[in-house]
């Protein structure tokens, strides 16, 4: 398999540019905080877990996320083209890929954004309560307020993107990047890109990196 891994602060746009690369370049998208959410709203026993986590915004246990994408990735072909979007977020998350030789991280792809930029993306953000397409109201603005482009269903905020959660976020995105970036300068597999531009410019940056 083919496993590229996007890291990058919360709101440094990895699920946006995951959804296009998987629409329009054949990649699989594994967004490991869509699945959460998905669990929560079906009330799975994952979803059970973690919803404090999650509400708070801390870190679901190791344990629970390595055997989540584990059990995703398993299913698919050895010639499969993958993104891992959220995942690994833990210096043990990112060494349980690699300890599988089928799993082996390919790349991996670090999204840079200023930090101040950041808070003004996520409480901006609204997201399709059904397909989870995503909006921003001042950066992306749907064509009809509050609707879906691509669906027509309603959109809502994500309830850890109120500004006190988000603080949160960010505080752990910064005790963990380290060492995980350290890791992957290590084993010479880390790509930086600055997402710090119009969505179309980062993709055509992005696109070429992964080819
Ligand atoms: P998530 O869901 O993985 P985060 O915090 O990593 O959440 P998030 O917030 O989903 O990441 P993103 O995907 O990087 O950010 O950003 P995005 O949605 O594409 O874009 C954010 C906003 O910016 C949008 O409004 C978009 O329109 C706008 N935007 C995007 N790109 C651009 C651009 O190029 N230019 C401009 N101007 N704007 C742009 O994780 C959620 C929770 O789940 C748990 C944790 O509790 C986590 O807090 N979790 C895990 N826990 C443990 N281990 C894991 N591996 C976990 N994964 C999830
Ligand atoms: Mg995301």
Redesign the pocket.
């Known amino acids: 398999m083919e496993i590229n891994v996007f890291l990058?602060a919360?709101?440094?746009?990895?699920?946006?540019?995951a959804k296009r690369l998987s629409s329009q370049a054949g990649f699989k998208h594994f967004?490991?905080?869509?699945m959460?959410r998905a669990a929560i709203q079906k009330n799975t026993e994952v979803g059970k877990k973690?919803k404090s986590?999650?509400d708070k915004?801390?870190?679901?246990p190791d344990n629970v996320?390595i055997e989540l994408i584990k059990s995703e990735l398993a299913p698919l072909s050895s010639d499969s083209k993958v993104i891992l979007?959220?995942?690994?977020?833990?210096l043990p998350?990112a060494k349980a890929l690699d300890q599988d030789s089928l799993t082996k991280v390919r790349r991996a792809l670090y999204?840079t954004v200023p930090e101040m930029k950041l808070v003004k993306?996520?409480t901006?953000?609204r997201i399709c309560q059904k397909c989870g397409e995503?909006?921003?109201t001042e950066?992306?603005p749907p064509k009809v307020d509050g609707i879906c482009d691509k669906c027509g269903s309603k959109l809502i905020q994500r309830t850890?993107d109120s500004e006190s959660v988000v603080e949160r976020?960010l505080q752990i995105f910064r005790e963990q990047n380290d060492q995980i970036l350290d890791y992957y300068r290590q084993q010479t597999n880390l790509l930086e890109l600055n997402?710090d531009?119009?969505?179309e410019k980062?993709f055509s940056t992005l696109k070429k990196s992964l080819s």
């Open positions: 990058g919360p709101g440094s746009g990895k699920g946006t540019q967004s490991t905080g869509d959460l973690a986590y999650i915004g801390d870190l679901v996320m979007d959220g995942f690994p977020r833990t998350q999204f993306r996520l901006g953000r995503s909006f921003h950066f992306m850890d976020r997402a531009a119009e969505v980062v």
